[in-house]
């Protein structure tokens, strides 16, 4: 059974950078999850949380200049891929309400698409870059948050999708939420 703290990154993960793939002929899943090099530090703490569920150590990926590693087949993949699925398409669950109650989850969330907006020196935002999702899977992202945390993002169109903005009235209370759980490595993306 996963830990909390294996689940937070779990579900932080494959609300940004992680993926749950087929094994096993499709009838068993692993998660998996990738970062550039410049964030190693930040998947070698991931690989360090879900160690007992890894049988190798993260490996380089030379023709894309990243780092992965996958853990083994594990029962509680098979929820998580049939939550965060419909086919191969990513998608916001219903089950999110339950799963995103600690700001952990957040924390990895950010660590994974979020950064700063910053403009001659000043920051006027952040956001989760959200756009593998639909414009609804971002409305329902955004009323959980605004439910669960009192934040409530504004949609915003990039490049024909959407995205979870924080503007003025909310950017630093997300923040607020989400800083106790950086990792050092990451501690970049709020400065």
Not at 19 to 28: D, L, P, V
Not at 84 to 112: C, R, S
Not at 149 to 168: D, E, T, V
Request: proline share 4%.
């Amino acid at each position: 059974m996963l830990d909390e703290l294996q689940q937070h990154v779990i579900v932080g993960s494959l609300l940004g950078d992680g993926s749950i793939s087929a094994t096993g002929g499709g009838k068993r899943f692993r998660f998996e999850v990738r970062h550039g090099a410049k964030q190693k530090e930040y998947l070698d703490w991931k690989y360090e949380v879900l160690k007992n569920l890894v049988r190798t150590p993260p490996k380089y990926q030379e023709q894309n200049n990243s780092w992965r590693f996958r853990t083994i087949s594990f029962p509680e993949f098979t929820d998580f891929r049939r939550w965060f699925y419909h086919g191969t398409q990513k998608v916001i669950p219903d089950e999110l309400e339950n799963l995103i109650t600690h700001p952990k989850v957040l924390a990895v969330w950010y660590m994974d698409d979020g950064n700063l907006r910053r403009e001659y020196g000043k920051t006027y935002g952040c956001m989760l870059n959200s756009q593998s999702f639909t414009y609804d899977d971002n409305k329902k992202l955004s009323e959980l948050l605004r439910k669960e945390y009192g934040i409530a993002p504004m949609l915003q169109r990039n490049h024909g999708k959407y995205r979870l903005y924080f503007g003025a009235g909310s950017w630093r209370k997300f923040c607020a939420i989400v800083t106790p759980y950086i990792v050092p490595s990451m501690r970049y993306k709020l400065s």
